[in-house]
């Protein structure tokens, strides 16, 4: 289902066009220095660590491997400035509707006010999901995030719901 | 790797014991008399009327066909008294945490505070995330359900997100 995302596609921002394109492997390092470029992931163990990039690639591969999931990259003149995860979720509720999950949007910090995560968002909610046949657009965002709340409003998310996460402590044969 | 999930098993409930099982078509019925069995979500739409049973067919083949996607119901005595469905999600945050999602937790009003539901997500995150090896378990609940939100913070999630959803206008075309 997630393979009808109409892909590669340009997006206009306020003063640039970007592209936005499935991810591979040869993004690895960029979409870890994303992650770890915002203090709130790098303040749960995202840090760029060299051990960690092993862990990075497996699930990498999990998620190009995954029918149901897709790892988006934005780019600038060659550069990745941004990246963002959809997962595309069949459903009972809301009459059978079909969801699209957004997980991990980040812009780089050089390019924020850019007008890159609006245009990101926006091609979302108008594009991307009617390509999916999505009736909803659901996402969470950390409580400490202010700004984002602010700018998910302004695009039109609703935040009619609260978030729980629960952390599992895996075996550690557990490979992650 | 939903596979994964060593199913069907038997539950303890305060008083009782149950089954966990994967959903079929033949229980197509059930799950929409339990979703429809809730104020707010018959505010969605979710009225059980004939009309929606294909919609809520397809849904099912959809999600029973999904790898990523279990829809699940509790049986006692062989009568359907509850149902949730579990999405398994490859991720890079968190060092390529997996997570384990579950959406549409629904409780048959008839046995409600039965520890059906206590039962039931104690073996989410004590059981199928360990079996999908997801180091993160998710979930979204509506804001207005604050018996529920009470629930989730004594099992051990932590509500430390804001959940936002976009509603999407669909083409008339688009089988939903």
């Known amino acids: 289902m997630i393979d009808r995302l109409d892909l590669p596609t340009s997006i206009r921002t306020r003063d640039a066009t970007v592209l936005v394109r499935r991810a591979t492997l040869e993004d690895l390092q960029a979409i870890i220095e994303l992650l770890s470029?915002?203090?709130?992931?790098?303040?749960r163990g995202d840090i760029a660590s060299d051990e960690d990039r092993p862990a990075y690639a497996a699930a990498l591969n999990r998620i190009i491997d995954d029918p149901?999931?897709?790892?988006?990259?934005?780019?600038?003149?060659?550069?990745?400035?941004g990246t963002l995860q959809l997962t595309v979720i069949?459903?009972?509720?809301r009459r059978g509707?079909?969801?699209?999950?957004?997980?991990?949007?980040?812009?780089?910090?050089t390019e924020r006010s850019s007008g890159i995560g609006s245009a990101l968002m926006r091609w979302v909610v108008e594009r991307a999901a009617i390509d999916v046949e999505a009736a909803l657009v659901q996402l969470t965002s950390d409580a400490a995030r202010e700004d984002a709340?602010?700018?998910?409003?302004?695009?039109?998310?609703?935040d009619s719901h609260v978030g729980f996460k629960f952390q599992v402590t895996l075996p550690a044969s557990t490979a992650r």
Chains 1, 2 share one sequence.
């Open 37 to 43: 470029d915002d203090p709130i992931s790098a303040g």
């Open 68 to 81: 149901g999931n897709e790892l988006l990259v934005v780019s600038r003149d060659e550069a990745v400035v």
């Open 90 to 93: 069949p459903g009972m509720a």
């Open 97 to 109: 509707s079909t969801r699209l999950l957004i997980e991990a949007v980040r812009v780089a910090s």
């Open 149 to 158: 709340h602010r700018f998910y409003r302004r695009l039109g998310f609703v």
